[in-house]
């Protein structure tokens, strides 16, 4: 009886270290994105591109397990599980492009400087960028190799916000701002900011909560203009301003803190619970603190239902109108004639909007 009851022991074991193992076991986009290889999304990708292998098979199908004794290779490397997480911002400077496979992506050409170059130095873990700059911009943009991190910062539904300030190369018209608060189709496809403002004639602010590629180039150049610069200077709650007093210069660096990386995580949390819902006018968008002023001396107001006798009594500068300033027109008319133009030749070179029945100024 005694001899019968230990083989249902040793049974019973064998039962519970084959549970052990299934239960170590992880999907395969998961063990990469812990490995710092890419965001959870991003490595299903890697995945189905054939560039994974497992102990020497490739793998191309979602939802393989994997053990911690498998040998994995992401293009002919083995990677590892990392156990120190890293949070970097980076102050990207104009002319490094945000991508880690910069040899696979253009083949052909010359290679560019790449953003995690002026990281590799410093840090031994395998980092990549959450979310993207393009080479011609330049700004703040976050590093890690935590892959549930850049899932959740990443993920459309976080609605995180990113601050943008703008310069073109020639003085804007006064009601862009709010035309891009109302939304843009440019080529078929629509753009809207959070909200946007103007700080002088060449500059505005632009607050975006989707990662539309160039979307503000785009609505930019689709009113006849060029972007000068364009300069991310907040994500989310984070700025250049360093802890303990300063700024982040271009091309540094500096490591979020855990308090800074658990409040971001909460951000986005938050904000999926509680979508944003778009603000189709300057007075709705006067309700959030965007509009208040505070804290931004700079900022200038374009309140075009301002009374008349004070616009009046300020400098009529030909820069103000876009190059409508003296002449038998005012400003003001020259914006109505200009957009009855519009209306009628809708090739003239601006979008207007489909869901938009007159042009506000």
Same mark, same amino acid.
């Given at each position: 009886m005694k001899q019968r009851v230990s083989v249902l022991n040793l049974q019973d074991n064998e039962k519970t270290n084959q549970s052990n193992s299934e239960d170590k076991k992880v999907r395969l986009q998961v063990a990469l994105a812990h490995s710092g290889v890419a965001s959870r999304r991003a490595c299903e990708k890697i995945i189905t591109d054939g560039r994974v292998t497992v102990n020497g098979e490739k793998v191309i199908e979602l939802g393989t397990k994997v053990s911690p004794e498998d040998v994995i290779c992401v293009d002919g490397k083995q990677v590892f599980l990392e156990a120190t997480k890293r949070y970097v911002l980076l102050n990207k400077p104009i002319g490094y492009v945000c991508s880690l496979s910069e040899e696979n992506e253009r083949p052909d050409e010359p290679a560019r400087n790449l953003a995690i170059d002026l990281l590799k130095p410093h840090f031994s873990e395998r980092l990549y960028n959450v979310g993207r700059l393009d080479m011609y911009s330049s700004g703040l943009?976050?590093? *890690?190799?935590?892959? %549930?991190?850049?899932?959740?910062?990443?993920?459309?539904?976080?609605?995180?916000?990113?601050?943008?300030?703008?310069?073109?190369?020639?003085?804007?018209?006064?009601?862009?701002?709010? +035309?891009?608060?109302?939304?843009?189709?440019?080529? !078929?496809?629509?753009?809207?900011? =959070?909200?946007?403002?103007?700080?002088?004639?060449?500059?505005?602010?632009?607050?975006?909560?989707?990662?539309? @590629? #160039?979307?503000?180039? =785009?609505?930019? $150049?689709?009113? %006849?203009? =060029?972007? +000068?610069?364009?300069? #991310?200077?907040?994500?989310?709650?984070?700025?250049? %301003?360093?802890?303990? !007093?300063?700024?982040?210069?271009?091309?540094?660096?500096?490591?979020?803190?855990?308090?800074?990386? &658990?409040?971001?995580? $909460?951000?986005?949390?938050? @904000?999926?619970?509680?979508?944003?819902?778009?603000?189709? *006018?300057?007075? %709705?968008?006067?309700?959030?603190?965007?509009?208040? !002023?505070?804290?931004?001396?700079?900022?200038?107001?374009?309140?075009?239902?301002?009374?008349?006798?004070?616009?009046?009594?300020?400098?009529?500068?030909?820069? $103000?109108?876009?190059?409508?300033?003296? !002449? /038998?027109? /005012?400003?003001?008319?020259?914006?109505?004639?200009?957009?009855?133009?519009? &209306?009628? @030749?809708? @090739? /003239?070179?601006?979008?207007r909007n489909e869901d938009d029945s007159d042009y506000r100024y």
């Open positions: 943009i976050l590093f *890690t190799n935590d892959g %549930d991190f850049a899932s959740v910062v990443s993920h459309p539904s976080a609605e995180l916000e990113k601050e943008y300030i703008v310069e073109t190369s020639m003085p804007y018209p006064r009601y862009l701002p709010e +035309k891009f608060m109302r939304g843009v189709r440019v080529d !078929g496809v629509f753009y809207k900011c =959070r909200f946007a403002e103007g700080l002088s004639s060449h500059k505005m602010r632009v607050v975006l909560i989707e990662g539309k @590629n #160039r979307e503000i180039r =785009r609505v930019i $150049e689709s009113f %006849d203009l =060029r972007v +000068k610069s364009l300069e #991310r200077v907040r994500i989310g709650f984070i700025t250049a %301003d360093l802890p303990g !007093g300063g700024v982040l210069g271009t091309g540094e660096y500096r490591e979020l803190s855990e308090s800074e990386v &658990k409040k971001l995580i $909460e951000l986005c949390r938050k @904000n999926k619970e509680t979508p944003f819902k778009h603000s189709h *006018t300057r007075e %709705d968008a006067a309700q959030n603190d965007y509009s208040s !002023g505070k804290d931004r001396p700079f900022a200038r107001s374009f309140d075009h239902n301002a009374d008349r006798s004070q616009r009046r009594s300020e400098p009529r500068a030909r820069s $103000e109108y876009n190059g409508y300033g003296k !002449g /038998s027109r /005012s400003g003001a008319s020259a914006y109505k004639r200009d957009a009855s133009s519009y &209306k009628k @030749n809708p @090739n /003239s070179g601006r979008t």
